[in-house]
């Protein structure tokens, strides 16, 4: 008497991909519900089961679907936006100010089924997710037939679905509420990284998660950069620091471990975390190469990860497979390591254990949810087929096979691909519907890419500085004489004394008539000591300038900003077509002269070398009170014993340039 | 008057990758003949131009057909055969075995046109090859109708198309005249490595190049231990090696470059030499990553090449341009570095450079040859598309695009395929014959295989030793009165002595009732240091052992042959399922007793510490002889002092593992 079952799939060549890697060359598997009923040689399968649907598969390979431990599907609306910029320039300059702008629930839903349709055309059946509106990715996810572990971005600063942590961490709550125990979806917490997150923010996120016994999803030890400011600023590295914050209360799923040691490595196998490597990811922001052969050595579940499709700029798991195996092989310089059954492994049952799914699904086997997919080796390129080796078919898979040779796509019981056809979703009203978001992004980052002020707003934030300025310079052959008589002079009132070393790189711009100024001011104290330094942009806005009597200018409208990043950051964001760079020893005193407000600076400069300059400034208001302070000047310049006719109306910029 | 031309292609995305990166957005491209003529915004090519036939793009990808610099195409026969093995086992251990075997005209004809099938389907229109019977390659490939630099290869080995290199080097000599001036065919010589050649072919081989100003194609640089080798034989690394083995004489195609300085980066550009950048292979390989960030900044041209099917395991440009970008990005930790225009540069105008072809192909411009490709960006991988930037297109196809996004390819103005049919070859038939090669390679490997005699046959040759050896062992307790013994006998003439180290390592098998041995022989000089060393593998026969009153043995059967690889390659190579090791310190005579030759072995076990051995020793070649020689044994014993009822009838294995 056989047994009646929902499909039966026959004439495959199954890879279980169990605990045994059995494989059955002519195999059959049967399927009722959501649920894998039994796998085997098809000769035994037909003769106990029978379909109420029977699918011949060919001779197709039959396996577990892959498993995707790490991404941000939602970017895929973000898909080749930016690229070949280091990873700030491409986070701050791009993909966060184009977040602010656009990412909202329409977005967010949009991009997730773009990514779902791209996930089943390459065999990828269960992912782990962390985005913003992850709500909203989880319903998206649902309704393409997906499974996924959607994790809820938590962050320190407004994000673009909560102004606040507090705001994130309730919506978490709510939303782990509302989708615990949904078949496909399993809801999670995902606090960016230790470097977007305080420490009450870990602790709580950790909480939640195990208050609800869902996943914790977050970014640990992805650069280098991190580990050394990690350890900078809490002596110790990455994953110490994390465990400190009690992450490992929840199930976590670490992305990237980059860099880390194998003292780390046995912490995270110790509280069962399992690691999403990012090998595209990692490559294309050069991030670096994890050390994949030796978490795998120390017995850490490994799965491997696409990464968001705005840094991979896919999500094409064959391709992921391959460079996974490539890179342990290349960096370990052992071609034996990780071999291609083991990355076959990681990308399903260990994948899917990293994930904490690893009951559910990750490899065909009876009680197991009917998660599995079709390969077809018929295609050239993976001709011919050796049989000598078990472990050919492996090879044969990740070496040589590609996404576009997965032909059928079961999750959760249901067909979501036949042949080709995707079940679930509208590929081209999707494809349109992106377009429609390209198109709009495009003329937002146009526009803002017009001017350098409004890149500069993008990034930074900037303040119009008062409009006016008073200001003469003249060179000085005796500073020391220059420096004695404003010190010893009864008609100046000294209200503060500095002393800096400034060095600024201007940029120059062939399509803008701005010029954008870093500066780095170091305060040099009474020992002659760096007390401090700051850093400032100042964007300097075409020449509107007017002549006084005596040279003395009214200076041009600027912009100021605080430096947040480096100057390479900025030479790499705003991409100046030259620059200009000046140092100078600047002794700078404001002081009152006859009830008016003046900076002296006394000048000596470095590079190049062109001597020293007393330069006297004031700010103002109105026409009028320029043309008053202008005399003052002049005035104050004379008592100083210097020739006000040697005023020269150039900044340094023009002086160094001419 | 508008021109008439063969083909007009409208409506086009085009990329000319011409020296300033022209893109026409609406663009369109006149053939005529093998030639294009006209290339530029459609509206402009129209109004000059009618085609006799006219092809619109459909808003598709049009841009110069990829350029694979380094490969050796008959190889897909191989693809598969045997994976995540070192350099040396895969190549000694099965390429080699199975090239002896069935490399073939036959066999390379079909392997060229499986190769061509792929690489058209990919894109892919020229390329550089380095194999056998390479006169068979390029008739393949003209008949495909592909652009190919085809190098006959040149060894010190007898090779499976040439007993002897000057046999090689006189059928490259007839191959480069028959085929010189083909429109499509470039024939070259490929002397395969300095390391597999001698300085008197690499001399001649560039010299022949010279002569008829072809390429010469060669593998330079692939390993750190082929630098190492070089520099301790030649004392310099490999670029100044084969300079002055005057191969820059000839035009050079130098493969790998992955162990190379900046100085013989200079050697290289000062000499017009293009490097074949090879990444999936150098990675799968473990060969290492080449400093191709470097090699551009020199200004050398590099192109990239997927290497053989059999060590890749594709023929996949869209593939190898994603990991040769990621390589130097991840490699330099500068995500800048090599951005995705200069990779599809690579592999295209800068391709056809590397490989001494830029004046023919590698770009879209009037006069050149009609070597292009349509890539369809509409799948949804490449999905949305941003137009800000005018880089994003080779972005898109660097880092989103598949090779099954080609759609049609044009070579010398000749369609070899249209929407993804090919026109010049059946894929059908094609991959049918394959099949039955790999059919027969399994069945020769299996039968190998099936035995570890044949598997040491199959790379070291072995012979059969005597099959008979009398033995007798006893334990001593006082070794130096033995020593002495043996010394002051009278009874026994000493015809040698010496003393050595063992290390033996005994490989046990599964499957199998043979023992290998591998045995390290330290000979030890008078002054207790080593002053040779031999390396011998030793395969132990089930034992066929007799039993001669007082416990002396009939041996086994042996098989002897020198081991010419390390320990690791035979480890690696025969796959032992355990391993036993045994040192000792060896006094050895060979004595004359009787009349009767004897060896006398007093053995000092190191690891495992098991005490001294006395072992008596005779070849025999008969069962009578070996009777006589045992009673011999016994009394040679006694006269040493030593008790005869104490011998034992173990070997040292049998003792250890006791």
């Known amino acids: 008497m056989s047994q009646t079952v929902d499909i039966l799939l026959t004439n495959a060549a199954v890879l279980t991909m169990d605990e045994t890697y059995t494989q059955y060359e002519q195999g059959a598997v049967a399927v009722s519900g959501n649920r894998i009923v039994a796998v085997g040689p098809e000769k035994d399968i037909t003769r106990q089961y029978e379909g109420k649907e029977t699918l011949d598969c060919g001779g197709k390979v039959l396996m577990p679907g892959l498993v995707n431990v790490h991404t941000h599907v939602p970017m895929t609306l973000l898909r080749g936006l930016a690229d070949d910029l280091r990873l700030d320039v491409w986070l701050l300059g791009y993909m966060m100010p184009v977040e602010r702008e656009f990412v909202s629930p329409e977005f967010v839903r949009l991009g997730t089924k773009l990514a779902m349709a791209e996930f089943i055309r390459g065999g990828i059946t269960a992912f782990a997710d962390m985005y913003y509106f992850e709500e909203d990715v989880a319903q998206a996810v649902a309704e393409a037939g997906v499974r996924g572990v959607c994790g809820q971005t938590i962050l320190k600063f407004p994000s673009p679905d909560a102004p606040s942590y507090e705001d ?18 399993v809801p999670a917490i995902a606090p960016h990284a230790p470097y977007t997150c305080t420490d009450e923010i870990l602790q709580a996120s950790a909480a939640l998660a195990a208050e609800f016994d869902v996943p914790l999803h ?108 490539f890179l342990a092989k290349g960096s370990t310089g052992d071609p034996t390591v990780v071999p291609a059954r083991t990355t076959i492994d990681m990308a399903t049952r260990m994948g899917a254990r990293a994930i904490h799914l690893g009951e559910v699904t990750g490899s065909l086997e009876p009680g197991k949810r009917a998660d599995l997919i079709l390969v077809d080796l018929s295609p050239l390129h993976n001709a011919p087929r050796f049989a000598r080796d078990p472990d050919g078919r492996y090879a044969q898979l990740v070496y040589a096979s590609k996404s576009t040779d997965v032909t059928d796509v079961m999750i959760e019981g249901r067909w979501v ?8 979703l509208n590929e081209a009203e999707l494809l349109a519907e992106a377009q429609e978001y390209a198109r709009r992004i495009d003329a937002f980052l146009i526009q803002r890419e017009k001017s350098v002020l409004s890149k500069l707003v993008a990034i930074e934030g900037a303040t119009q500085e008062e409009s006016f300025e008073v200001q003469a310079k003249v060179a000085v052959q005796d500073p020391a004489a220059v420096q004695a008589a404003i010190q010893s002079s009864a008609a100046l009132e000294i209200l503060r004394f500095r002393h800096y070393r400034e060095f600024d790189t201007y940029f120059h711009f062939s399509d803008s008539h701005h010029i954008l100024r870093y500066r780095e001011d170091e305060f040099i104290d009474e020992k002659g000591e760096v007390s401090n330094v700051r850093y400032r942009l100042t964007l300097i806005g075409p020449a509107s300038r007017k002549q006084f009597p005596s040279n003395i200018l009214l200076s041009r409208s600027r912009y100021l900003a605080p430096a947040t990043h480096s100057l390479r950051f900025y030479r790499e964001y705003f991409k100046p077509e030259r620059e200009t760079t000046i140092e100078k020893d600047r002794l700078r005193w404001r002081v009152l002269f006859k009830g008016t407000e003046f900076y002296i600076n006394l000048d000596e400069m470095h590079a190049p070398h062109i001597g020293s300059y007393l330069e006297v400034k004031s700010r103002t208001w109105s026409r009028r009170d320029a043309e008053v302070k202008s005399e003052l000047v002049a005035e104050l310049i004379s008592l100083l014993n210097v020739d006000p006719e040697k005023i020269i109306n150039q900044d340094y910029l023009e002086i160094v340039e001419d």
Chains 1, 2 share one sequence.
């Open 168 to 185: 994130a961490l309730e919506y978490t709550r709510g939303f782990i509420e509302r989708w615990k125990g949904h078949p496909l979806i």
């Open 417 to 424: 691909m036949r042949e080709r056809q995707l079940l679930t």
């Open 218 to 325: 977050i970014h640990l030890a992805e650069t280098a950069l991190e580990v050394e400011n990690m350890v900078n600023e809490h002596g110790m590295p990455v994953i110490p620091y994390v465990k400190k914050q009690h992450i490992f209360d929840a199930k976590v799923i670490a992305a990237h471990c980059v860099h880390i040691d194998e003292g780390e490595m046995h912490t995270l196998k110790q509280f069962g975390a399992g690691v999403a490597h990012n090998p595209s990811s990692n490559m294309k922001l050069a991030s670096g190469i994890a050390p994949v052969a030796k978490m795998l050595e120390v017995g850490l579940n490994v799965g491997i990860g696409t990464d968001g499709p705005a840094s991979n700029n896919d999500l094409d798991m064959f391709e992921e497979m391959r460079l996974a195996n």
